[in-house]
């Protein structure tokens, strides 16, 4: 199985409204039109940089580095390192600091690959990040079309994403999401972090994950597999016969596959093996 079980319990917030203060009079304030919500917890913050562990030389790329809350326990372990910031001007007041590459874009039109061949030496990328949850699944899916040149990812993001990337067969929260991370990554829930570690705290509780890539299943077709997933999960409420089974039938498939179930039923590697045979 793809997920490893875990027992995060929820961190609760150490000072959180004294740090963000401080953090308050030396950079901007959040913005909403980029849901901003600026980690401060100096707890959670350490917990997350003991779990990246990073080590000079790595090829580290934090996505959303915000106003540097994980970015400098991160750049003082690891010398160097890049990162993904839109808002133009916490890009500028980071490109101040030394050792700092940053790169002032939308991380969906980053090209991680690129990014990963000029790291040079075959290394692969590290990611961090804590996720624009307006936008997390897509940076997730983004993220995936680079997965060969990632070594890991540590990303926050709002706690009921995670357990959906996390859930097992049977489980409500298992879904399209779930099939289409967990064929190429390990997910392992490392941290719940409650919306008072934030400045300004969000409506949700938030979860650290790890990702830890591994290698595709032979005979898979991503778009074919991509495309299979979504039409099982279009109707959640019916067995598949109805959607899956139709889906199977235009195609002329002839397989061994039990339709007379859900398709939160049907484990990861089931859906890998049907995408392998109507490839």
């Given at each position: 199985m793809a997920a490893r079980p875990a027992r995060p319990g929820l961190h609760r917030a150490a000072r959180p409204a004294a740090v963000a203060e401080r953090l308050r009079s030396v950079a901007p304030p959040p913005k909403k039109r980029f849901g901003q919500h600026f980690l401060v917890d100096p707890g959670v913050i350490a917990a997350?940089?003991?779990?990246?562990?990073?080590?000079?030389?790595?090829?580290?790329?934090?996505?959303?580095?915000?106003?540097?809350?994980?970015?400098?326990?991160?750049?003082?372990?690891?010398?160097?390192?890049?990162?993904?910031?839109?808002?133009?001007?916490?890009?500028?007041?980071?490109?101040?600091?030394?050792?700092?590459?940053?790169?002032?874009?939308?991380?969906?039109?980053?090209?991680?690959?690129?990014?990963?061949?000029?790291?040079?030496?075959?290394?692969?990328?590290?990611?961090?990040?804590?996720?624009?949850?307006?936008?997390?699944?897509p940076i997730l899916f983004h993220l995936l079309q680079s997965v060969d040149r990632i070594a890991d990812q540590h990303v926050m993001l709002q706690k009921e994403v995670v357990d959906r990337m996390a859930a097992a067969p049977g489980r409500k929260d298992f879904g399209r999401l779930t099939v289409m991370l967990q064929w190429r990554y390990e997910i392992e829930h490392l941290l719940d972090v409650p919306p008072e570690a934030f400045d300004p705290p969000p409506r949700v509780d938030s979860a650290v994950v790890r990702m830890t890539p591994k290698a595709a299943a032979a005979g898979i077709d991503p778009a074919r597999l991509g495309e299979l997933v979504t039409v099982a999960f279009s109707q959640r409420r019916k067995l598949l016969r109805h959607t899956l089974g139709r889906w199977l039938a235009e195609r002329g498939a002839s397989v061994d596959f039990d339709l007379q179930r859900r398709a939160e039923e049907v484990s990861v590697e089931e859906y890998l093996r049907l995408a392998a045979a109507v490839a």
């Open positions: 997350i940089v003991r779990a990246v562990a990073p080590r000079p030389g790595e090829a580290l790329v934090e996505i959303g580095p915000g106003r540097g809350a994980i970015t400098m326990p991160l750049l003082e372990r690891c010398a160097s390192l890049r990162v993904v910031e839109l808002d133009r001007d916490l890009a500028a007041r980071l490109r101040r600091t030394p050792g700092l590459e940053v790169i002032e874009s939308d991380v969906l039109r980053v090209d991680f690959t690129a990014l990963a061949e000029a790291a040079g030496d075959s290394r692969k990328l590290r990611i961090v990040g804590n996720l624009p949850y307006n936008i997390s699944t």
